[in-house]
């Protein structure tokens, strides 16, 4: 039995739950930088809920999405503000186990690696990311990797940095041992063995889509992991669109998501935590079940 490491849940959607303006194509971005304390109160909750690697609120902070909305002038302020919501979230817990992680994910949308750079465009920005993220990042997670490509990219410049790296690939809910790109997942993972991550989890997805292609990820001697989301479904999501048209599984309570993630706990799984719609009292559901377990 392996200790688990408890990652927080999903930011955005509960950020916009949570906030008072409208919402937008910066979606989570717009709240960094006009409600700040709500994502260091958040990531407070997290933390107290059992998380103990909570990660930047920099998903959609990328100079892709900032310029489409005539905001790149923001980016080193919106990447400052999220470090300084992390740090402020940790002291105010008084928890000194907690580590940030760095976030590296889609440049310009999620699911759609057919609208992404090329492989150079690709390294070059997330060396940006990398620098910007530094000086507050325990570890770097190359997250919601809808393609080989990008998820090469994103893992040249975070290893770069020097600190761990773990890389979350996200599957299709229908066709789970494929990437959204189409690419197989028994190929993607062994194109990107070469590299030398800590962990390879996958993310963003359906958890019964997770399930379902967990073999191919439990034959890695790495860490494995994962933290899905409780969309119904993803496909209504274009680039610059906000996120008004996704809806929320019913069928997702905190009980029933932690039955979800401790059978990964059970097939191998050491870092477990939730994306988009997994909020705190899914962590804390998670966090109680995994004690109970004897995983933490």
Not at 57 to 86: D, F, G, I, V, W
Not at 193 to 222: G, H, M, V, Y
């Amino acid at each position: 039995m392996s200790p688990i490491i408890l990652l927080d849940g999903g930011m955005g959607q509960e950020l916009l739950r949570r906030s008072s303006r409208a919402i937008t194509p910066m979606w989570s971005a717009d709240i960094m930088l006009n409600e700040p304390m709500l994502v260091r109160d958040l990531h407070r909750e997290f933390i107290n809920s059992g998380a103990r690697v909570i990660t930047l609120n920099t998903y959609t902070a990328t100079p892709q999405r900032l310029k489409r909305e005539n905001h790149l002038e923001q980016l080193a302020l919106l990447h400052r503000l999220a470090m300084s919501a992390a740090q402020e979230a940790i002291d105010l817990a008084q928890c000194n186990d907690v580590q940030i992680a760095g976030c590296l994910p889609p440049l310009i949308a999620s699911y759609r690696p057919d609208v992404s750079l090329s492989f150079e465009d690709s390294l070059a920005t997330y060396r940006c990311l990398v620098e910007l993220q530094s000086p507050a990042s325990d570890l770097f997670i190359c997250e919601t990797m809808s393609s080989i490509t990008e998820a090469r990219a994103a893992c040249t410049a975070a290893l770069e940095s020097g600190k761990p790296v773990w890389l979350a690939l996200t599957v299709s809910d229908d066709n789970p041992e494929q990437l959204r790109s189409g690419e197989s997942l028994k190929d993607a993972l062994q194109a990107l063995e070469s590299f030398d991550t800590q962990a390879t989890l996958l993310n963003c997805s359906q958890p019964e889509a997770i399930s379902a292609c967990w073999p191919l990820l439990s034959a890695k001697r790495e860490r494995v992991g994962a933290y899905a989301n409780g969309f119904v479904s993803v496909d209504s999501l274009y680039p610059g669109d906000t996120v008004e048209t996704l809806e929320m599984r019913k069928d997702m309570s905190p009980q029933q998501y932690a039955e979800h993630a401790v059978s990964w706990a059970k097939r191998g799984a050491s870092i477990i935590g939730g994306c988009c719609e997994i909020g705190p009292q899914h962590i804390k559901a998670l966090h109680s079940r995994l004690c109970k377990e004897g995983y933490i």
